[in-house]
């Protein structure tokens, strides 16, 4: 027995508790509590929006199709809620269609990219590297130094970007790793948990051209900690986790100027400007992160972006004449096809 082989004189430590769980059976492993929350999720999803759109082979009726059908990620975009919405109680076939999502997820596993094996970092890095310069590859990079798709709380942009920002970079991130899988079908994005891991992580290829000075050098910059994110985790509505309280004063400390904005500023470099950012790969770790946290409060929370008509549509990869991509479609990973570790 692994328990076997623990010191009993101390408490247990993570590596002696990994060992410890090693002798569990399988069923022991599992989160009920979560894997509850997420079935529940997907179960009211499916009732208000009818149970069609989550048969396997449903079409997506009105939508553009997608360029990779095939992939995971690009599947569970390409779904779209039936048209007519339904109270009937949901039947067997449509739960199980919900659990084979739950299961899919959990087959996509992104990691804290401290628990990569060597093996993992060079298959992340070698797809990378085989990417780089192709024009798919440079296209999607440069989607992120459009501003005109307002996915930034930036000066000139509408009160919708802020809104947007979590969504559209939800998008992004798995577009990014579709691309990626597409040369190597095991890789998913890791993610950086900066607010316990304050060492960037250097080991990501570092693209021909990207600067990365040392991190923490530009004045008044840190990074936040574990008590900034718990803070945000329990914030009530989705304005006030993604941006910060704006009843009696705004207060501009959500997510995205709290725990995004300022790990790019942190950084510095490439990183640190917005127009240059997703040159540097190490932008996917962060962003995972960030959608890791979004994906946390989620758990708990129902509160949605407050956007409507083209706003809701998250272009590149939606027009107003065909349709696509919105808002609502990225707005549970395990329906996307995708969990975290």
Known sequence: MHAQKVAADRFPTAEDAHLIASDWAP?????????????????????SSGFDAF????????????????????????M??????TTAPMGMEQLRSLVTRLVRASQRVRKDHRHLTDAERERFNRALQQL????????????H?????????????????TQRFLPWHRAYGLKFED???SVEPDVTVPYWDYANDHNRPDWVWQPPGVNRPAPGTNPGTSLPTQATIDGLLVRPTYTAFTFGRVMAGVRQDGLEIAAHNNVHNWCGGTLGNPMTSSGDPIFFLLHSNVDRIWDQWQLTHSGM???????????????AASGGLTVGDVKDITALGYSYQ
């Open 27 to 47: 069923a022991q492993l599992v989160d009920s509590e979560e894997i509850g929350l997420r079935l529940g999720r997907m179960m009211t999803d499916a009732i």
């Open 55 to 78: 048969s396997p082979t449903a079409a997506a009726p009105g939508r553009a199709a997608h360029a990779t059908p095939a992939a995971l990620g690009e599947r569970a975009m390409s």
């Open 80 to 85: 779209s809620p039936a048209a007519a919405p």
């Open 132 to 143: 780089n310069g192709q024009n798919k590859y440079d296209e999607l990079v440069a989607v």
């Open 145 to 161: 130094q459009d501003m005109n798709h307002r996915h930034h709380t930036m000066p000139g942009m509408p009160p919708s970007a």
């Open 179 to 181: 691309l990626l899988r």
């Open 305 to 319: 972006p407050n956007v409507t008509g083209a706003d809701a549509g998250l272009d590149p990869w939606w027009t």
